[in-house]
């Protein structure tokens, strides 16, 4: 398996993908112009995204930052297909997202696992829906397991290991499938900071072997920087881009828990959070001024 894995990691990965062939390399996201807006049960209009303008190169890891409800969520799902831009022009791999987007993999903050299901038929799932037999796809399954460092639990369900580790069944589920594109939305947000590290380690480790273009959702200016390529901040609802930071330091990158000390790291933690703060201080000043004029209201 690890063959296999070689087979597909970097060679020709910044190409853009041929045709319409299976996406084996990193396939890029392009959002030009998009908006998204919601009508609520009462039919009023919410604009929860505008004018949103980003390109993710192939291959290219691309962190988002952004106050809690500025749509960046809203944002990951039009990307993976689940939901429709109301305008502007949404591409992946150079065709316009019009259903689910082949070849992508998520890792979201609640682990999607199947409670009833054990931890290698969780990681087996992805292939056996793409039609790999049952007896590779379990062999493959193992081997990811082995990867993320939980051989010896193959066999166990779910409920019967930590959050970090149901946190590595979800990274294993999401890359057994060779995802082009790995989309992930806060994905260790409800980590304690130690488990956490770990994980931002071994997602480095895993996505310097294949590059898949990456977008990943987080609350935590460090785990952006220590991970990405650029970091993206979108300012307060409705969202959009504010600005777009590229993080120049080098790679490999090494342990999360170490670069933050660099002067460059602190540099680009400073600039980016001068710019978020502003975010973030405004989405939270709209809340508590909703919440006092609610408070109002008999
Ligand atoms: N399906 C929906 N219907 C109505 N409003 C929604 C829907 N999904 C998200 N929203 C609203 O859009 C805004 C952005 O949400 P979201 O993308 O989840 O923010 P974030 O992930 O940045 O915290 C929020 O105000 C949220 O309430
Ligand atoms: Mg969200």
């Known amino acids: 398996m690890a063959a296999r894995a070689a087979t597909n990691s970097r ?10 062939s299976a996406p084996a390399q990193a396939a890029g996201i392009e959002l030009r112009g998009v908006a998204r ?3 609520n049960p009462a039919g009023v209009a919410f604009t929860a995204l505008r004018n949103f303008t980003l390109t993710v190169k192939p291959g290219e890891f691309c962190a988002i930052v952004g106050p809690t409800g500025c749509g960046k969520s809203t944002t990951l799902g039009m ?3 689940l939901d429709r831009p109301s305008a502007g022009t949404l591409t992946v791999g150079g065709r316009v997202v019009d259903g689910v987007t082949p070849g992508t993999g998520f890792v979201f903050q609640s682990d999607a696992l199947m409670p009833w299901k054990t931890v290698v038929n969780n990681v087996m799932m992805g292939p056996v829906f793409a039609g790999v037999s049952k007896r590779e796809a379990q062999a493959r399954a193992r081997d990811w397991l082995r990867r993320v460092g939980l051989s010896g639990f193959e066999d166990h369900y779910p409920h019967q290991l930590s959050g970090g580790m149901r946190k ?26 130690q488990t956490k590290a770990i994980m931002s380690n071994e997602l480095l480790t895993l996505w ?5 273009t990456v977008m990943f959702i987080t609350h935590d200016l460090e785990e952006a920087i220590a991970l990405a390529d650029k970091v993206v901040v979108v300012t307060a609802s409705p969202g959009t881009v504010k600005a777009t930071y590229s993080v120049d330091l080098p790679r490999p990158r090494g342990a999360v828990q170490e ?12 600039q ?25 209201q008999p």
């Open 272 to 296: 980016i959070w001068e710019s978020l703060r502003e975010e973030v201080e405004r989405a939270y000043a709209r809340t508590a001024a909703s919440a006092a004029s609610r408070e109002e």
């Open 79 to 81: 990307v993976s297909g």
């Open 37 to 39: 807006r919601f009508v």
């Open 168 to 193: 590595r069944v979800s990274l294993a589920a999401a890359l057994i499938t060779e995802p082009s594109v790995l989309l992930m939305d806060e994905p260790f947000g409800a980590l304690d900071v």
């Open 259 to 270: 670069i933050r000390f660099g002067d460059r790291f602190r540099d680009l933690h400073h």
């Open 11 to 20: 060679a020709g990965s910044s190409a853009e993908r041929p045709g319409n």
């Open 208 to 212: 310097e072997q294949s590059r898949p």
